[in-house]
């Protein structure tokens, strides 16, 4: 590597984990880079969800390397992790996990108190950017689940990270309503040159990532980019 090169945004080298006797993940390597698409396809059970807590230092592989924009993180305590995860990476699970007693506006700027780029401006330009400006002071209680998820995203966003991990973020939403949230989350990653890795079920928003990865018994099995546009 030319010291010109940057660094991967995300890159995981050669995981293997395994719960008690089954081996979940075979020896999985990957790179993103700042500002690249990835989608991963698999059916249930194919190691999508256990791969995401790995590269988003949740939990620690058995064995095998992660790295965050050229720094390796598995190798650190739990406290060191969630500290730089808190300036690097945004996450998006299915469930969204909002904080109940904090209104709207404060679950964006959660990762900005934990250290993570932005201010209050950029918080407030992402609630505006899902539709949810004007909704800032009010609970999350009252939204809708869809709503709620573009919270999390906003949130997932507002420190700036080189790196948004997103776990089936739409797959609570009807199908329209979770294409739209799911653009909105790459629309939104793209214009920060976030590198984005989405766990999807869904072929149309594949299609709309630079490359899919298709995962099957714990081993990326096909790589394959995006056709070129045009
Ligand atoms: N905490 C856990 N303890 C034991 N087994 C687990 C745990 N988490 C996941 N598994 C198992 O690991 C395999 C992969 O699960 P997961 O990563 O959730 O797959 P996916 O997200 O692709 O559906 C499954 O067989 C699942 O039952
Ligand atoms: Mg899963």
Redesign the pocket.
Same mark, same amino acid.
């Not at 698999?42 to 791969?51: A, R």
């Given at each position: 590597m030319t010291p010109t090169t940057p660094a991967p945004a995300l890159e995981a080298r050669n995981l293997r984990h395994t719960? =008690?006797q &089954?081996t *979940?993940l075979h020896g999985v390597s990957l790179t993103v880079q700042p500002g690249e698409v990835v989608a991963v396809t =698999?059916? /249930?059970? /194919? =190691?999508? /969800? &256990?791969?995401l807590h790995l590269l988003g230092g949740l939990d620690v592989p058995q064995q095998g390397e992660v790295w965050w924009a050229g720094q390796r993180v598995d190798t650190l305590d739990t406290q060191s992790r969630a500290t730089r995860r808190a300036g690097r990476l945004g996450l998006v699970f299915q469930h969204h996990y909002l904080l109940e007693d904090l209104t709207i506006l404060q679950n964006v700027q959660v990762p900005l108190m934990l250290g993570g780029a932005g201010d209050l401006i950029y918080a407030r330009h992402l609630l505006t950017r899902v539709g949810l400006g004007e909704r800032g002071s009010e609970m999350p209680s009252i939204l809708s689940g869809g709503e709620r998820q573009r919270v999390a995203i906003a949130r997932a966003l507002a420190g700036q990270p080189a790196v948004i991990l997103a776990d089936e973020p739409t797959g609570s939403l009807d199908r329209a309503n979770a294409q739209r949230v799911a653009q909105l989350l790459i629309d939104l990653a793209r214009e920060q040159q976030a590198g984005v890795l989405l *766990?999807t079920h869904d072929e149309a928003l594949a299609a709309s990532a630079d490359r899919t990865l298709h995962?099957l018994d714990g081993s990326i099995v096909e790589d394959v980019p995006a056709p070129a546009a045009g």
């Open positions: 719960f =008690g &089954t *979940v =698999g059916p /249930s059970g /194919s =190691g999508k /969800s &256990t791969l *766990v995962l």
